[in-house]
Nanobody, 127 residues
Framework: QVQLVESGGGLVQAGGSLRLSCVAS????????MGWFRQAPGKEREFVAA????????YYANSVKGRFTMSSDNAKNAMYLQMNSLKPEDTAVYCC????????????????????WGQGTQVTVSS
């Protein structure tokens, strides 16, 4: 059973930066996909970024492309989300997620395809 623990959230002014971390315990398969999602109050969970464990491409939501960078360290079973040029609309609870099953590219952004979630970390961007 994989467990995920996020850290790194907080309060930042618009234009600032934050770096989120997510560490997984347990065995992660080579077919796994790792992702970041966020959920603002009153809104549905939203895809942020995803990467295949053995892949070279990272996928981003259009709303964060060019500002956020997702990376991973397979040796540490960790994934990171570097968030730059933050905007008030980025305010949300950010969760990391993993699925052990390889996903088609068009499914990477669908929360229901991920079966293991962290508890989430709050990111608040003030204007």
């Amino acid at each position: 059973q994989v467990q995920l623990v996020e850290s790194g959230g907080g309060l930042v002014q618009a234009g600032g930066s934050l770096r989120l971390s997510c560490v997984a315990s347990g065995r992660i398969f080579s077919s796994a996909v790792m992702g970041w999602f966020r959920q603002a109050p009153g809104k549905e969970r939203e895809f942020v970024a995803a990467v295949e464990r053995t892949g070279t491409s990272t996928y981003y939501a259009n709303s964060v492309k060019g500002r956020f960078t997702m990376s991973s360290d397979n040796a540490k079973n960790a994934m990171y989300l570097q968030m730059n040029s933050l905007k008030p609309e980025d305010t949300a609870v950010y969760c990391c997620a993993i699925t052990q099953v390889r996903l088609a590219t068009q499914d990477l952004g669908t929360p229901n395809h991920y079966d293991c979630w962290g508890q989430g970390t709050q990111v608040t961007v003030s204007s």
